[in-house]
Structure formats: structure tokens, C-alpha cells
């Protein structure tokens, strides 16, 4: 008797008992095949599945990814066959011809196979995956970005307009195209460039590609404007959003998995003159949960911070720009106090990255379920730590700051220059001056700053004027080596590689307290923080100067504007 797919993963070890018991479950409800039950849910993978599926109908796993086929294997079926029937070639053994398919139960294929080629053939099975890959890798990409557009290859740039219907209106049509195998190309250079954020800018008679490495944009080699259509379009398939939209913004989520590694890319499409704009961020799982040591903290402030952090209630905020590392270091910050012993919610627009035995919310605007509908909701849970990705109104700002005064300790962020202005943003807010002064209990201002590269990099001596410039002089290079950036292949030329951040802490004194009660400008907050002892965030990227990590120039691109 036949084992069930369920005893087959329980015997290898790739479920337990009870995530059968809630697939069988989920199985009734959506009326779906138990092995899509064990994937929607994140039991198991899609690869675990397929081979739970050989095993029970006894056929052999093929992993195409692994293995190159020969171009007279990829000629025995026809390119419209093999995407009709969604079947890869893999083995012959004299007229039995071996394809690869995912669905072992799809017999009237089989049939029509044996038919269409005149010679018997049998199956093994494969991810859907990565049939689909092969399908791209043999099959659509035989003409190169010309082949893109079929028929249209020979038209010029002016006849193919932006968002054509037969891309935007038809699923079918982008997933054919070869434009499949150039956005996956775009995604893995990007990957393998160390990029943060994907740009796909159109212009007039051009489409840009962008990669931001390090904090800084560089222009990418970019496709023909003819691919624009197709490339958006293949997006927004990608990331579940309308199709037939093109006016208004949208927003949405890849998964995907590229050379064995899960990465997540936030999406952004803003409507331009000359098409639509893309924004992909890109969230990889392996790089994004780090531990404190690791942000670049110095001694003083990391001892600092790990005391903050404990203490029972209060609101700690995390202040910077977009893109500054806030929710990197608050994720650092709850990795660090998740115990089984304390409860901890978030809420978070949208979720960057599961953490293990923290309950997270996400923010869903369409239904109504925004920052503040969630905290009023995460009170009655009875968390011991709460995390609000951002602070951005009055309503939001008021709960968090009634869940600091009852015994709650708060996480949250703030778009401010730097720490000390943060206190003024909430009043300004409407927040009573009261309730700021007695809730807040620490704020940290940050920045991103480029590493040197630690191949190239090479000893020099600056000028009086680089070293006025952050406030140094040539007295404080005593005993000291510092470096500026050279370039060798594995920055690219660029001399840097990495990024770690620069902080300024600002941990609430009865003075300050005071200053903020009283309503008092940033300008006397910051003053006053300095004197108690707050390192600002130049002077902690001179720190980092001197111990030979970064150049004068970085710290002055990136904190200048923070210190003024």
C-alpha cells in the first residue's frame, strides 16, 4: 500500500505530526491538494513536496537546476509543445524519451506527448519552479532581447508604446516572453553587486537601470525602451498588483528564491511622464538580522544602548533618514531581548523579516488596519515589548506614548535630521510636552557610512584643510594611520565595500526633561545633550575615521547636513 504524502515528509523529517494535523485541516477548507496545503502554510518547501510526490507514485526527482541539457535533447520537442504542455526533455534511452513536468497525474498530457512526437514517452517530476526556469533557459530566450516582442522585434522604438495591452491585460503573454530570464537577470546582478534598491527609471527614449550599492546610485548597462512594456508588466505579475493600473501608485511584494538564498523585494511603481517608475527594495534574509556587535557601534555607546534597552517601560526612537539602517538596528535591539519569558508585538508596514517567537502585525490600508487600529489592538495582548515601525501622526504618537507610561517598553522610528530634534517633531505633532518629556526615555539618531575597502585601501596623509573640515588637526593623527579608497576588483573600483553605522545617542536627563517641557528649540536640546555627554554623529564617524574604517569625504556626505 501506498504511503500518503503526509506520512512521506513525516518520515523524512520535513513536518511534524501537528503541521499534518493543520494541513489536513487547511486541505478541507480551501479545497486544495495536501501538498499545496503544506507550501501555503510555510510547512515545507515546494521542493519537499515534489519529492514526497515521486516517492508515493514511484518516479524519479529531477532537480534542473542542476544539471545542462543538450541542445539535441531541447530539439526533440518543439518550443510551442514544450510551453503548452509547461515539459522539459531531460533522457533518452532508445525511443523512450524522459520529460520533466510537475503534475505526475496529468495523464492527458502523456497521451497527447506520445502522439505530437511519435515515439513513447514516460516522466519524472520536477518543481514548477523549476520547470518554469527551464523552460526560460531553453526555450524563450532563444532570440535575445529581439525575441521579446515576437513579431514586434522588427518595429522601431516610436511604434511600441509604453504598457501595450497584450502585456498588460494578458497574464499568458508576459509569462511567455523572455523578458522572464531579464528581469530574474536584473534581480541576480543586483544580488550579486550588493545592491539595497533596484531603480528601473523610463525617460523619452530610454530606460535606465540603477543599482544603489552602499548608500550611492550607479547606472547599470540597461535594456532597449522596447522592453519597457513587457519588463513592467512582468513586475506587476511578480508582485500581485492590477495589471490595468497605471495611473495611481501601487505596492507589493516578490518572494523568490536565487543561487539558494530567500530574498524579498518591497516594490514600489510611481506613475511619470514616460511610463512607469520601479523602486525594488531588496530584503535579504541572510544579511538582514544581525546582532548588535556587528551594527559598528562604539564600545561606550553599544554598553550604553544595551542598558537602555532593558530597562521595563519607556519609548526608545530610532531617528535617520529612509534607508539609514532604523528598522536594521531596532530588529538588532529585539533579537536581543526575545526571550521565552517576555511577550513581544509589532507592528510594522510592511514586515521586512520573520523573527522567531515575536508576533508581528502588518499594516493593511485597504481594510482599514493602520498603525493605530493595531496598537489599540496590541494593548489587550499584554506585551511586554512593543515595536511601532514609525510614528508619523498625533494618534499613533498619543498610544505609544500611554503604552510607555503603563509599563511598556516602546520601539519605535522617526524621520528626523537627528536624535535631539525628535523631541520637538512630537510637540510640534500636538503630543502635550508633558507626556514627551516623561515618556521618552532615550532617542538614537543614525546613519549608514562606506566602509574602505580592507584590499585596497592605502595609508596617506591629509591636508590641514580635509582634517579642519571634521574638526581634527594634524595633532590628533598622533601615533595614528588613516586611509583613502583606491579601487581593485572586489569593490568594483569603487574603493568601498560594506556600510556600518554612525550614531549619536541621546539618553533623557532632568534637564532635558526640562528643556523639553518648557518647549524649548532644538538648537538649546542639542547644546545641552553635547554637554551631558552625547557623542554626535560626526564625531562618532571621526572615531571611526581614525580607526581606519571609512575617509573624511564619506563623513562629510553623510553626517554634514545632521551637524549643521
Known sequence: MKKKIGEILLARGAVTEEQVTKAL?????????????????????????????ANHFQLKFVNLSKHTLPQELIDKVPKDVALEHKIIPVAQQGRKLFIAMSDPLDFFTLDNLRFILGTEVDCVLATPEGVEEALDEYYRLAGGYDSVLGEDAAESEEDVEFGRSEYAGDDSEANDAPVIKLVQMIIANALKERASDIHIEPFEKTLQVRYRVDGVCKIMDSPPKKLQGPMISRIKIMSSMDMAEKRRPQDGRIKLKLHGREIDLRVSILPSVHGESIVMRILDKEQGLVDLPVLGFHETDLNRFNRIIKRPNGIFLVTGPTGSGKTTTLYAALKALNRPDVKIITAENPIEYNLTGINQAEVRHEIGLDFTRILRAMMRQAPNIILVGEIRDRETADIAIQAALTGHLVFSTLHTNDAPSALTRLVDMGVKPFL???????????????????????????????????????????GRTVYRPTGCD????GGYKGRQGVYELLEMSSDLRDLTFNKKPTKDLRVKAISEGMTT?????????????????EILRVTHAADL
Open 436 to 478: 514627551v518629556a516623561s515618556a521618552v526615555m532615550a532617542i538614537m539618531g543614525q546613519r549608514l557610512i562606506r566602509r574602505l575597502c580592507p584590499e585596497c585601501k592605502e595609508a596617506y596623509e591629509p591636508s590641514d584643510v580635509e582634517l579642519r573640515g571634521v574638526g581634527l588637526s594634524q595633532s590628533d593623527l598622533a
Open 25 to 53: 485541516d487547511y486541505q478541507r477548507a480551501n479545497t486544495c491538494k495536501i501538498g499545496e496545503a503544506f507550501v501555503r502554510l510555510g510547512h515545507c518547501s515546494q521542493e519537499d513536496v515534489t519529492r514526497a510526490l
Open 537 to 553: 554623529l560626526q564625531k562618532d564617524g571621526v572615531r571611526k575615521f581614525l580607526g581606519g574604517m571609512t575617509t573624511i569625504e
Open 490 to 493: 572586489k569593490c568594483n573600483g
